[in-house]
Nanobody, 123 residues
Framework: QVQLVESGGGLVQPGGSLRLSCAVSGRTNSAYAMAWFRQAPGKLREFVAALNWSGRNKYYANAVRGRFSISRGNGENTVQLQMNSLKPEDTAVYFC????????????????WGQGTQVTVSS
C-alpha cells in the first residue's frame, strides 16, 4: 500500500505561483511513477504532469507545458508540482497519484490516489 497526502493549495491571483507537494508513505521502495491530475467543477479529471520512478523522464499536458514543473523531493518521499503563470482555468482540485506511467498519462488510471488539494486562481 502507498499513501499519498497533498498540500500547498490555496487562493492565488492570475499570474501568480503555487507549489504543491505530495507526501508519499508506505511501500515507497516500489518503483512507481508519480503524477498530478486535476478536476475542475463540472469537468472530468484530467492529466497534468507525470514523472517516472527515477524522476528523469517528465511529461506534461499541453495546457500546462512551460508553466508547470514536476519534480521529486530529496529521497523518494515527496513529489512537487511548481505552478507558475497561473490562469483562472487552472482552478481545480489537484490530486497526486502513483502507478504505471503510461497508464496514468494515457488512461488517467492510477494505483493510488491522494485526497486532493484545492487550487483557486482568481482576482
Amino acid at each position: 500500500q502507498v499513501q499519498l497526502v497533498e498540500s500547498g493549495g490555496g487562493l492565488v491571483q492570475p499570474g501568480g505561483s503555487l507549489r504543491l507537494s505530495c507526501a508519499v508513505s508506505g511501500r515507497t521502495n516500489s518503483a512507481y511513477a508519480m503524477a498530478w491530475f486535476r478536476q475542475a467543477p463540472g469537468k472530468l479529471r484530467e492529466f497534468v504532469a507525470a514523472l517516472n520512478w527515477s524522476g528523469r523522464n517528465k511529461y506534461y499536458a499541453n495546457a500546462v507545458r512551460g508553466r508547470f514543473s514536476i519534480s521529486r523531493g530529496n529521497g523518494e518521499n515527496t513529489v512537487q508540482l511548481q505552478m507558475n503563470s497561473l490562469k483562472p482555468e487552472d482552478t481545480a482540485v489537484y490530486f497526486c497519484a502513483a502507478g504505471d506511467l503510461s497508464t496514468m498519462a494515457t488512461l488517467g488510471l492510477g494505483n493510488y490516489w491522494g485526497q486532493g488539494t484545492q487550487v483557486t486562481v482568481s482576482s
